[in-house]
């Protein structure tokens, strides 16, 4: 089995914490340096040590009632073990020592990234696919109480979909038509974890990869596909010109003289290159008159002083 990977699941941001330096609050401090202050005042005054002990003591006491929870944290109080309220975001109070604020839920969007390693697609394809969930929480008391670490439980829950809409899948399929795939992957996380209190916003599969024996059979048929389409176009074409030809030659038949005159066309056309050497057979000197045609050829070379190609 994959291990869990650290990018997942980041112990800074657990639901549950202990002493934290950085909730540590001013209103907390106010309330622990007036006591003292005032203690030490009266201990100089009077030269009686007790007055700063018993400052002190209040002055800790006292700072354990005020915390403040940021404006996208939701805080979930425990009075003797038991939920009693949720609070925030802002400054509240707590009775010290009865209840306890140690459950912080985020609820701002949070992303996880998953993987499926070697996982058989229906075909019996094995591909390594990576993905991206997006999720956030919206209830916190249910993802601070009905599960022991949220995070942690949505990266398995993801990766779980993940390997088995891959194995209901075929290859092409989760190579063409990845937005089907994340909407139907989307809905079946996000069943597992609503229970939890946590949507899940979208998640997006953003590569897939197959062995290279297979990317290079799949280049070879491609590269055969379009040579097979090539040739059935090319055949069309040949199919096109044969019936221009058929239909010309019917006109042609009709009329003799455009025969003559698109002879002499093409005759004009070879001739005009250089080095062009043309060979006609006799049939067509005959039908086509090009005895004549290549006499004035040769008067024409001759005028310009061009030699003419047999």
């Known amino acids: 089995m994959e291990d869990f990977p650290s990018y997942a699941f980041d112990q800074k941001k657990s639901p549950i914490r202990g002493f934290d330096p950085k909730r540590i609050n001013f209103v907390a401090v106010l309330v622990f340096v007036v006591p003292t202050v005032l203690g030490i005042y009266l201990t100089v005054l ?21 915390k403040v929870a940021n404006q996208w944290e ?37 992303t996880t990234p998953f993987r499926a390693e070697k996982t058989l697609t229906k075909d019996t394809v094995p591909v390594d696919v990576d993905a991206v969930l997006f999720w956030l929480v919206w209830d916190a008391k249910k993802a601070a109480l ?17 390997r088995d809409i891959i194995g209901k899948t075929e290859l092409a399929e989760l190579l063409a038509d990845r937005e089907k795939l994340d909407k139907k992957l989307q809905s079946v ?11 899940v916003q979208s998640v ?37 010109i044969a019936g221009s030809f058929a239909e010309a030659s019917v006109m042609y038949q009709e009329n003799p003289t455009a025969f003559h005159l698109r002879a002499m066309n093409m005759l004009y056309e070879g001739l005009k290159e250089k080095g062009a050497l043309i060979v006609v057979p006799s049939t ?19 005028v310009t002083k061009k030699p003419l190609t047999q």
Not at 90 to 100: M, Q
Not at 146 to 162: D, K, S
Not at 292 to 299: E, H, P, R, V
């Open 74 to 110: 939701k805080g979930i109080i425990l009075r003797f073990g038991k939920f009693h309220r949720q609070i925030g975001p802002g400054l509240y109070w707590i009775l010290p020592l009865i209840d306890r604020a140690i459950y912080w839920i985020d609820q701002r969007v949070n």
């Open 189 to 199: 996380i996000d069943d597992r974890t609503e229970p939890w209190g946590i949507t």
């Open 146 to 162: 009905e599960v022991q670490q949220y995070r942690e439980a949505i990266f398995w829950a993801a990766q779980t979909a993940l």
């Open 204 to 240: 997006e599969i953003r590569d897939v990869i197959i062995p290279e024996l297979l990317q290079d059979a799949m280049s070879r048929q491609a590269q055969a596909e379009r040579e097979r389409q090539a040739r059935v176009i090319l055949g069309e074409a040949e199919k096109q």
């Open 284 to 302: 067509a000197v005959e039908s086509m008159g090009l005895g004549a045609i290549t006499g004035l050829a040769a008067l024409n070379s001759a």
């Open 46 to 66: 009077t030269g009686i040590d007790w007055y700063f002990v018993g400052a002190v003591l209040v002055g800790w006491f006292s700072s354990l009632s005020p």
